[in-house]
């Protein structure tokens, strides 16, 4: 395990609409406001046929390739996630959630596009002094997060 420890500066409450989409909405919040790291809690609905990463594909060994689903109906949802700057110095969410229709409720990350259903509440809580950023990964291609 490595570690860095950080303040809480600003934090944001953001109410999303009809159409705005996870993550961009978010990263490009992030960027408008100097945000460079932070800690986002997501509740609100999600638009049919968003599209979630449900996991790596099976049997992969050498690349890793994510399996995506859309979702069947309008769902409810709630998430959590982290935002750090990349190498780029742009803000790059990983928000995890879990999106619920009758019985059935599905969880994974939102990097492939949720569109939001009519509402969406989003609080930002920024993080700040720290030295924690995503660096690309050179074995998995992720931006994975540096301590």
């Known amino acids: 395990m490595k570690y860095s420890q950080a303040s809480i500066g600003r934090v944001f409450i953001l109410r999303l609409e009809q159409g705005d989409r996870l993550p961009d909405t978010i990263e490009e919040f992030a960027f408008q406001h100097k945000i460079q790291s932070a800690t986002v809690f997501f509740l609100g609905g999600a638009e049919k046929d968003s599209k979630v990463v449900v996991g790596p594909k099976e049997g992969e060994e050498e690349k890793i390739v994510p399996t995506v689903t859309n979702l069947s109906g309008i769902s409810e949802s709630v998430g959590v996630g982290t935002l750090f700057i990349n190498e780029e110095k742009l803000p790059k969410l990983h928000l995890h959630a879990a999106f619920g229709r009758g019985s059935d409720t599905i969880t994974g990350c939102t990097r492939e596009g949720v569109q939001i259903w009519h509402i969406g509440e989003v609080i930002i809580l920024e993080l700040i002094n ?9 074995q998995t291609g992720f931006e994975l997060l540096e301590v």
């Open 130 to 138: 720290h030295i924690a950023e995503r660096k690309v990964d050179p």
